[in-house]
């Protein structure tokens, strides 16, 4: 399926692509990733070196389809498997067993229909923001259309005064958003963010978040976003995937899988997002708040359908 055409997952029709211009000279193409029976296992590693064991199950059974346009968010306890999740959709690493689909065809290898963003921002720091968000041009852009989508890019997330400063002359927060730029520069069918707002400190991870929904909105391409902050999830996607081990059982999988009510942006405070908060946290094994609503400690989080 070309990213032109109208996308068909479960009865559902999006429109994957919009003219670019109408989103600000970022091009809205928004594929389908379709994960199905994903499992990862490590080789046993003794400093660093191949040693001789079974291999350790981190990731088992993982089916799930995420929707053009649709913002997912990755839940879980350290270690469960979120960035082994996402690296696998890129392409950066290969499932052991099951497969991944982006747009209906196979991810093998580095796909250039996603594009990836981190923690850290990795910017080269003897570039500056515009030369790094050139950078995530595709290849082969024509030089003045690439100029103008990075200059309509840099101004999208509030760089445009600060497009000829470098790395180490900007904030943090800057230097996020201009990681932002260039990952949103390849034009991806799929962004795969990992824990992109971690580093910043609370109020400039609010407006990060801020931002992204902005940026949803002008050129609503689908979003895997991979957080420990329950809250960050809730406010941000359409659903939430909660990854865990059952007791007894290698390997974490979909523990829920929630849709979240309501359109963004959300009343940090309403009753429905409480309780959500409280059923996640549960199911990360803090139990803060579910108490005081009813939900008792080590209640099972019952199986989402998907
Ligand atoms: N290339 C690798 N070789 C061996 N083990 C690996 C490799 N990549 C990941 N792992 C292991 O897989 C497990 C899951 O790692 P992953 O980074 O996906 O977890 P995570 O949920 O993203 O963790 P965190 O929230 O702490 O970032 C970890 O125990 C990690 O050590």
């Avoid at 890019?153 to 900007?170: D, F, I, K």
Wanted: net charge neutral; aromatic share 2%; with cysteine.
């Amino acid at each position: 399926m070309s990213s032109t055409a109208p996308a068909t997952n479960g009865g559902t029709s999006v429109s994957s692509s919009v003219n670019g211009d109408a989103a600000g000279g970022v091009s809205n193409t928004a594929y389908e990733v379709e994960f199905r029976d994903v499992g990862r296992s490590f080789a046993a590693t003794s400093k660093g070196r191949a040693a001789k064991g079974p291999a350790r199950t981190v990731l088992r059974d993982v089916t799930l389809t995420v929707e053009p346009g649709e913002v997912l968010a990755i839940l879980g306890t350290s270690g469960c498997g979120k960035s082994t999740l996402l690296r696998i959709a890129g392409g950066l690493d290969q499932p052991s067993v099951g497969s991944v689909r982006i747009d209906e065809t196979p991810v093998s290898g580095i796909d250039t229909r996603t594009a990836v963003g981190f923690q850290e921002p990795r910017l080269l720091p003897w570039r500056t923001l515009t030369e790094n968000v050139t950078l995530g041009l595709p290849a082969g852009t024509p030089k003045a259309e690439g100029r103008e989508r990075v200059a309509r890019l840099l101004e999208l997330v509030g760089l445009a005064g600060s497009a000829n400063l470098r790395p180490r002359e900007v904030s943090g927060g800057m230097a996020q958003r201009a990681s932002l730029a260039r990952a949103l520069a390849r034009n991806p069918g799929v962004l795969l963010l990992d824990e992109p707002f971690g580093a910043l400190d609370a109020l400039t991870r609010l407006k990060m978040q801020d931002l992204l929904l902005e940026i949803h909105s002008a050129a609503p391409t689908t979003v895997l976003l991979v957080t420990h902050d329950v809250d960050e999830a809730l406010q941000l996607a359409d659903r939430v995937v909660l990854l865990g081990r059952e007791e007894g059982v290698e390997g974490a999988t979909i523990q829920q899988l929630l849709t979240v009510p309501g359109a963004r942006p959300r009343d940090r405070g309403s009753a429905e997002l409480a309780e959500l908060r409280a059923r996640l946290l549960a199911g990360l094994g803090i139990d803060r708040h579910g108490a005081s609503r009813g939900i008792p400690t080590g209640t099972t989080i019952p199986h989402y359908p998907y």
